[in-house]
T-cell receptor
Framework: NAGVTQTPKFQVLKTGQSMTLQCAQD?????MSWYRQDPGMGLRLIHY???????DQGEVPNGYNVSRSTTEDFPLRLLSAAPSQTSVYFC????????????FGPGTRLTVL | DAKTTQPTSMDCAEGRAANLPCNHS???????VYWYRQIHSQGPQYIIH???NNETNEMASLIITEDRKSSTLILPHATLRDTAVYYC??????????FGTGTSLTVIP
């Protein structure tokens, strides 16, 4: 299993540009999440999904959209990038039972100029 | 809202036990305590979790107080590769994992 994969690893955007961060998992996990981590901070939950076709907001959802058309994929869309969205983005998945652990991807480092 | 409180940083001598405390005084009865660590800005790595009882696995031990308001992660024989930021996380029902700022553990040779 590849686990949780994320692309790209690095991205530089200009203010106002849009882009999609890709996340995929091959463990047949029901739950997937997106977090952002700012320098010196812990991770904050952006959006999450408890299954295909179901998404919900986390702590910091503004400026981001998600969709979950398949179990494997959970892309994160930035519609109009802002410098405040400069961060490292982590995708995570877990099987879905009460005490399941989360598996994290390697992260995408995004800079918005 | 912050769900956990941890010291900002700690040092530990190589080969000694590292004891990392966490306060979660507002924890609810159905909330688990998870510990993750993050090395060099990689994706966080699962260590251990528990609800009420103490837990042990190949990486660490988790001691939860009887009132569940605090816990301690124990790395029994710290190595240089254990240098990382350690996050104590209270998991609520659903998919809400609340990460704090964590404890930066430095293992000293």
């Amino acid at each position: 299993n590849a686990g949780v994969t994320q692309t790209p690893k690095f991205q530089v955007l200009k203010t106002g540009q849009s882009m999609t961060l890709q996340c995929a998992q091959d463990m047949n996990h029901e739950y997937m999440s997106w977090y952002r981590q700012d320098p010196g901070m812990g991770l904050r939950l952006i959006h999450y999904s408890v299954g295909a076709g179901i998404t919900d907001q986390g702590e910091v959802p503004n400026g981001y959209n998600v969709s979950r058309s398949t179990t494997e994929d959970f892309p994160l869309r930035l519609l109009s990038a802002a410098p405040s969205q400069t961060s490292v983005y982590f995708c995570a998945s877990r099987r879905g039972r009460t005490s399941d652990t989360q598996y994290f991807g390697p992260g995408t480092r995004l800079t918005v100029l | 809202d912050a769900k956990t409180t941890q010291p900002t940083s700690m040092d530990c001598a190589e080969g000694r036990a590292a004891n990392l405390p966490c306060n979660h005084s507002t924890i609810s009865g159905n909330e688990y305590v998870y510990w993750y660590r993050q090395i060099h800005s990689q994706g966080p790595q699962y260590i251990i979790h528990g609800l009420k009882n103490n837990e042990t696995n190949e990486m660490a031990s988790l001691i939860i107080t009887e009132d569940r308001k605090s816990s301690t992660l124990i790395l029994p024989h710290a190595t240089l590769r254990d240098t990382a930021v350690y996050y104590c996380i209270v998991r609520v029902t659903g998919n809400q994992f609340y990460f704090g700022t964590g404890t930066s553990l430095t293992v000293i040779p």
